[in-house]
């Protein structure tokens, strides 16, 4: 049985978050367009409302493949989650990253914080979508002949 919560945001808002319950000791929080500093409050109310009102949460997960764009306020909210999630003993998993947030992690040096997975492991599925450190898109390093 799937238990959901109401959606936090209107249809055309910029970020809309479906947040469900498949059982009492998880909860899946779908993110729909971009997280950004207009947004980032959104996000830290669902997540308090699902941190407070299952006192058996042992899973929380973002659901990132409706994310659209994420800036550095989108990314100080994630560690944020990070955070609370790791302070109450909740497992944490960002999942349904696409190259753009994986890029964000990847240069901020957030990745395995975040994820628990290491950087090169996931520039290495994703394939050149994500340049390593000091590679152009281009495939060539700088300052290069």
Same mark, same amino acid.
């Given at each position: ?5 109401? &959606? ?27 997280? &950004? ?19 058996? /949460?042992?899973?929380?997960?973002? &659901?990132? *493949? ?11 909210? /994630? ?46 599925? /994703?394939?050149? *979508? ?16």
């Amino acid at each position: 049985m799937t238990a959901s919560a109401p &959606d936090t945001s209107a249809p055309d808002a910029p970020l809309r978050l479906v947040a469900t319950a498949p059982d009492a000791h998880s909860v899946r929080i779908a993110l729909h367009g971009d997280l &950004d500093y207009a947004t980032t409050a959104l996000l830290h109310d669902a997540v308090g409302s699902a941190l407070d009102g299952s006192p058996d /949460l042992r899973d929380l997960c973002l &659901d990132c *493949a409706g994310l659209g764009f994420c800036d550095s306020s989108g990314l100080g909210a /994630l560690l944020l989650v990070r955070r609370r999630t790791a302070a109450a003993d909740i497992r944490l998993r960002i999942t349904g990253r696409g190259p753009q947030l994986n890029r964000l992690l990847d240069i901020t040096g957030t990745m395995e914080y975040l994820t628990g997975e290491e950087p090169a492991a996931v520039g290495s599925a /994703l394939g050149s *979508a994500v340049p390593s450190a000091g590679e152009r898109h281009d495939g060539e390093t700088p300052g290069g002949s």
